[in-house]
């Protein structure tokens, strides 16, 4: 006791001897670390050693500007070394602290990239699976096996805080209205659209992942959760270089793809090519169930309606990006993308469909077999321009963009009825042809000057203009004669243009870091429904124009090396997409319409997130956001068919703490951890009715990856998913559990992959809602359970070479615009 005591006494003496030196010293060297195209370098390590005996004074961390800075130094001279992971060392001179010179402000410290890095850039799974940025968590697509033949929309599924529902929406944390960006640029896809072209789209064509929750005013304000990057394949290499990719997914159906990436850089010249192809074939399996009930306070079953409907999908895909860089001097890099893809959609799908009495007995039987053959294709078009007026980072950049998408779709549909006995009663078939056209122009500016090492100036101007032309030409084919259906034929037209200007102030101050800034975003678009001559279908036109403010905030504070906090906040606008204020019916199955709202509101959401980072590998998050005029999908009924539309249903609240982690299990296994706890609460007035669900929902995700040896790499993975609502409805829990194992060969540029999703086939949708007088459930499956083998190659010689700018101007317009049937 008395040892304890002793040790104590001497420990409280050292560390009163400690403060009173650090009060005593005033001394403080400070500084900031960059990479070779002056970006800061986080968690860079900075030795400070005394200059007399190399004896160490203390050891720091830089934070995510690179600043960092060793305080309560006594006179005399240092020595400071810093490194950084897959950086060279670099040491510095002495560096002295006096008393006419106790603060010193060292110059920006360069830490080059390792010759050993450069060469191992293009190595298959080198980099981690996830990584935990400052503003953003990155996923790297490659560094799991499981990706291996999989899709982006795959891969988006199994990201930490990603969902996707029955319908194939995305939602971020609990919340939809997420915003798609494909290589920064907005997709201008609706939910099912861009869900059709995520399906289509290889994993292998896929770089990496951003997960924004809280972008800064420097975004597109669209988006109420936040922003989804998805980064597709490009590098800047000199000489000739590249990589192919083969794989075989098998399912139920077979769905092979493959993709080819090539890069020349020479001089002045960079050109790039990308390629994909893939064929999504695969089943979904849905059944509904509806009862029916009166108007009385016991709401007594009047009748009840189920649906079976099994459908079959084969989806074949080209996608293709070409791109040029021009280094004008070492100032001005001058660029040209041109991308696009081209998506067949072959849907076949047959539905039995009962109406029974109260009393379970059948009434009558509807047999509803149909086809879709759709093709899409689009093109895009960007120029850029970015320029360094300096070494300080002051950069003036420019984006001008053109992207058009052009579909046609050919519908048939027969509905035969038959009574409780098969005796055929009655057919009807209708026939539709639906093209459509999309063009999208848009400019931005993008301006950047660093007053000082700790003040930064950002600032940015964008304009859009998007015109949609879209027919349904439906037929009711009668004795195999066609006739213009005029409840359902409409032609309507649409335009929007969007102007947007926005200010960012960045300051460190310390162990501060504030940034704070505000945009600002004026919209007009306009409507016009085209009458066809009929009752029904007359001319309506509808317009409107707002402007509205969007502030963001973030503060942040490195209490130590080990521990840093940071608060956001900011407020978000979601637009509805075009089609949706389309105000006409359009047929799914004789008991189901889809119809577009031209009173769709936008909304507008404010977040507000706080996070702790303990040694860059423990982050936690509590964040809550308020939505106004929320809309969602809704469902009303009128007899015995259901109309789906959007609709604003009143306000959404929302709550939650997510918790992510990279443990080292050992030294050849680590296992990345993420969990998110969330509660939603939906208010409002729907057709009549109060509207009042809320709901708390738990998602589990797992990633462990395991280092074998010899090349040998292996992956685990999983996600869990607690009961959760979605406007209206209620969504049972799901899951999913994955395995894949790896090999390296031929120097590492070679690796086969050998992978299996849902290998439990537990990815199975269940659901139940209650609206008006109609309570429903739905049961949902598909071809989800599926092993993959895939090939990939890489050659070419990769040097060095410098980075170059690649972010194009069109971002939120092409989230918006619905495409292909979200298979």
Known sequence: MNSLKTILTVLIAAQASITALAQQNPGKLTGTIQDGTHRAIQSA??????????????????????????????????????????????????????????????????LEQSAKELAAIAVI??????????????????????NAGSTAMDVLEKSPGVTVDKDDNISLKGKQGVMIMIDNKPTYLSAAQLASYLKSLPA??????????????????SGNSGIINIKTKKNKMQGFNGSVMLTHTQGVYPKPSGSLNLNYRTGKFNLFLN????????????DITRKY?????????????????????????????????????????LGFVLSGFQNHEHDRSGSTIFLENPNNSVDSIVYSPSRIDALWKNTSINLNLSHQFDSTGTELTADADYIRYASGSSQFFDNISYNPDYTQKGETILTGDLPSTINIYSFKSDFTHPFNKTLKFEGGIKTSYVNTDNIANYDNVINNIPYMDTTKTNHF??????????????????????QAGLRYENTNYSGHQLGNGSQSNRDSTFSRSYGDLFPTLYISYQLNPKNQFTINYGRRIDRPAYQDLNPFLFFLDQYTYQAGNPYLQPQFTNNIEFSHTYRQFLTTTLNYSHTDNFFTETFEQQGHATIVRRGNIGSRQNAGIAVSAQVHVTKQWMAILYTNLNYSKFSGFLYGENLDVSATNLLLNINNQFSLGKGWDAELSGFYRTKGVEGQIIIDPMGQASAALSKRMLKDKASVKLGIRDMFYTQKTRGYINFQQTEASFFNSRDSRQVSLSFSYRFGKPLKSNAARRHAGASEEQNRVKVGGGN
Do not use: C
Not at 209 to 214: A, F, R
């Open 45 to 110: 390590t900075l030795t400070l050693l005394s200059a007399k005996d190399s004896s160490l004074v203390g050891r720091t961390a830089s934070d995510k500007t690179g600043h960092f800075e060793f305080l309560s130094l006594p006179e005399g001279k240092y020595l400071l070394t810093a490194t950084a992971v897959n950086h060279n060392s670099v040491h510095l001179p002495a560096a002295e602290i006096s008393a006419s010179a106790p603060s010193v402000d060292l110059k920006p410290i360069v």
């Open 293 to 333: 009930l009166d108007t009385t306070p016991a709401k007594t079953v009047n009748s009840i309606f189920s649906q079976s409907t099994h459908m079959h999908f084969d989806n074949p895909s080209l996608n293709l990006k070409f791109g040029v860089d021009y280094y004008l001097n070492k100032h001005t890099t």
């Open 275 to 286: 390629g994909g192809y893939s064929r999504w074939a695969g089943f979904q399996q849905l």
């Open 204 to 221: 292998s064509a896929i770089d990496q992942i951003e997960l924004m929750t809280n972008p800064s005013a420097k975004y597109d304000a």
């Open 493 to 514: 037209l649409y335009r929007e243009n969007v102007n947007a200007v926005y200010i960012n102030l960045n300051k460190q101050a310390g162990k501060w870091g504030i």
């Open 125 to 146: 799974g080198k980099k981690p699976f996830i990584e935990q940025k400052a503003d953003r968590m990155v996923i790297n697509v490659d560094a799991s096996p499981s």
